[in-house]
Nanobody
Framework: QVQLVESGGGLVQAGGSLRLSCAAS????????MGWFRQAPGKEREFVAA????????AYADSVKGRSTISRDNAKNTVYLQMNSLRPEDTAVYYC????????????????WGQGTQVTVSS
């Protein structure tokens, strides 16, 4: 089993940057594919980025591609999401998730979820 705790969210002006962190506990973290999703009020949860257990493969939603970087440090049991050039439409609660699969882009691919961290981008 994997427990996930996100941090690093906050209020930022458009054009700014944030780095989200997801600290994981559990012996299977280094063998878990990890993903970031987000959910804005009144909208469905959507895929943001994913990374394989080794970090060798990554995937991004078109909406964040070129502006965001997902990475992981298996020695620290932590996955990161660096977000640059933030836009008001990036405002959402960001969730970290873990999967036994190599990697996934759908919420149903993931078994374990954190509680989320709020990101608000002001215009």
């Amino acid at each position: 089993q994997v427990q996930l705790v996100e941090s690093g969210g906050g209020l930022v002006q458009a054009g700014g940057s944030l780095r989200l962190s997801c600290a994981a506990s559990g012996r299977t973290f280094s063998r878990s594919g990890m993903g970031w999703f987000r959910q804005a009020p009144g909208k469905e949860r959507e895929f943001v980025a994913a990374i394989s257990w080794s970090g060798g493969s990554t995937a991004y939603a078109d909406s964040v591609k070129g502006r965001s970087t997902i990475s992981r440090d298996n020695a620290k049991n932590t996955v990161y999401l660096q977000m640059n050039s933030l836009r008001p439409e990036d405002t959402a609660v960001y969730y970290c998730a873990a999967t036994a699969q190599a990697m996934g882009v759908m919420p149903d691919d993931y078994r374990y979820w954190g509680q989320g961290t709020q990101v608000t981008v002001s215009s």
